[in-house]
């Protein structure tokens, strides 16, 4: 895990923990996994209102003082890396966190991507991390993060919070994000596809409109159509392409390409992924301090 030291804001008020959690609606029947329990003020709050809490944390240190000062009879402490700790196979669950938001990104792929995700996810992360997940209208465009993410999941900003909530206060904007579960119209296999979808065009390095997105797989004749009978202007970018456009431009192509061009589409999104951890890992290599 990169080091966090400097992207871990804790709360301070436990009065207004128990705020957000009823404002939540965590209840008694809930299993609730918190990442990074940190000092404990979150993981009191949920114990009080959850039938079970599994807290993630860390930092060994930080793990040990739970133990000692946080012992709650329906409370699991993990000491554990959230990103390679494995996620319930079955059984309903939630997540409650105040993440380290170095990580925020890598959190929210793992949460959203497994076969068994979150009921409901509440994030406390920073207000442009939240308005990229969220895109429209939150943000002057839909982006690749919200329109992968807004099939699956609704998402709403339940809180803003002040910088003197947290120790030490931030210099940016947070805010208490959730992601609520949606009944998905598209089967395992079509939204697999539909990812792949979009990935393929906000990967594809051909011009900046949708039209010339578009036009990698798409006659001239086919996105003029699309475009008036789906209410987007082709000449705009393609970042402004809502979720629920890309969803009914998904559903046309299964009938309206050929084998030829789907094979291009297909793992756009696996690749994207690999991609992104590529950079990451060149990045935190940039970052190694070098010997003298």
Known sequence: MPNLAHSQNFIKSAALMRKLIQKANISSDDHIIEIGAGKGIITDALARS???????????????????????????????????????????????????????????????????????????????????????????????????????????????????DFTPAPK???????????????????????KDFVSFFYAAGRGNTAKERLSIVFSQKQISRLAKEYHFDARQSYAMISAVQWERLYCYSQTGLDAKRKELIKFSYRKQLKQQSKLKKQHRTRNVPTSP
């Open 172 to 194: 940016v904007e947070i805010v208490l994000l959730h992601f609520k579960k949606r009944h998905m119209d598209m089967s395992p296999k079509e939204f697999r596809e539909y």
């Open 50 to 164: 959850a039938k079970k809490v599994t807290a993630i944390e860390y930092d060994s240190k930080l793990y040990e003082e739970l133990l000692r000062k946080h012992q709650w009879n329906n409370v699991e402490y993990i000491h554990a890396d959230f990103l390679k700790y494995p996620l319930p196979k079955k059984g309903s669950y939630k997540v409650f966190s105040n993440i380290p938001f170095q990580i925020t990104a890598d959190i929210v792929t793992k949460l959203t991507t497994r076969d068994n995700s979150p009921e409901e996810i509440f994030l406390v992360l920073q207000k442009e991390a939240a308005k990229k997940f969220c895109g429209l209208p939150f943000q002057k465009y839909e982006g690749l993060r919200a329109a992968l993410l807004k099939p699956q999941y609704e998402m709403r900003i339940l809180h803003n919070f002040a910088p003197t």
